[in-house]
């Protein structure tokens, strides 16, 4: 059984440029959350998705956007890359039916560097 | 708004002795109370969690956390520490149920640095 996968593992852009991340969640899973985590921070929420439509945002700029897939993968796009973006992108992912749904998996993360 | 804070950037102990991380939190209501580990280069990976009952939660690796609902907090304990316990731990909220379908977001601390030393 998968765990949750995260395409590409590193990634490096330069400011201006776009970028987009990839996330396939855990076999049976439906709802994918985005983290940024920082250098010695812990990871922020970005946003939520479900059912295909984005559920909840933290305080990201407009910038940041996402998709999610009918098959529950789930993409984060970044437009106009500043070097305060620089980050590991945390994919989590998690089920929200009755049982067990407080629990989120984690992929291995996408390493993004702007330059 | 919810919150945690890891008060702590690194713990420091021996091999043997018995190792304690520190969170506290804020959040309106019940909170759902979590804590992960990170090895370096990986995802984070579940511990143990909170939902309701007993204040003694035990979880992955040996590991246990007492809630305190009057002091707030939720700190991570492990009697006898391992040097492969050393790795980064996250303590984490969220308020509980539903909200449009997903549940309501998790939010992290900062994270608190363990080194076990042999």
């Known amino acids: 059984d998968a765990g949750v996968t995260q395409s590409p593992t590193h990634l490096i852009k330069t400011r201006g440029q776009q970028v987009t991340l990839r996330c396939s969640p855990k076999?049976?899973?439906?709802?994918v959350s985005w983290y940024q985590q920082a250098l010695g921070q812990g990871p922020q929420f970005i946003f939520q998705y479900y059912e295909e439509e984005e559920r909840q945002r933290g305080n990201f700029p407009d910038r940041f956007s996402g998709h999610q897939f009918p098959n529950y993968s789930s993409e984060l796009n970044v437009n106009a890359l500043l070097l305060g973006d620089s980050a590991l992108y945390l994919c989590?992912?998690?089920?929200?039916?009755?049982?067990?749904?407080?629990?989120?998996?984690f992929g291995s993360g996408t390493q993004l560097s702007v330059l | 708004a919810q919150s945690v804070a890891q008060p702590e950037d690194q713990v420091n102990v021996a091999e043997g002795n018995p190792l304690t991380v520190k969170c506290t939190y804020s959040v309106s209501g019940n909170p759902y109370l979590f804590w992960y580990v990170q090895y370096p280069n990986r995802g984070l990976q579940f511990l143990l969690k909170?939902?309701?009952?007993?204040?003694l939660v035990k979880g992955s690796y040996g590991f246990e956390a007492e809630f305190n609902k009057s002091q707030t907090s939720f700190h991570l304990k492990k009697p006898s520490a391992l040097v492969s316990d050393s790795a980064l731990y996250f303590c984490a909220v969220r308020v509980p149920g539903l909200i449009s379908g997903g549940y309501q977001k998790v939010t992290f601390g900062i994270g608190t640095k363990l080194q076990v030393i042999p």
């Open positions: 076999s049976g899973h439906d709802t």
């Open positions: 909170y939902i309701t009952g007993d204040n």
């Open positions: 989590a992912s998690s089920f929200a039916g009755i049982t067990d749904n407080e629990k989120l998996f």
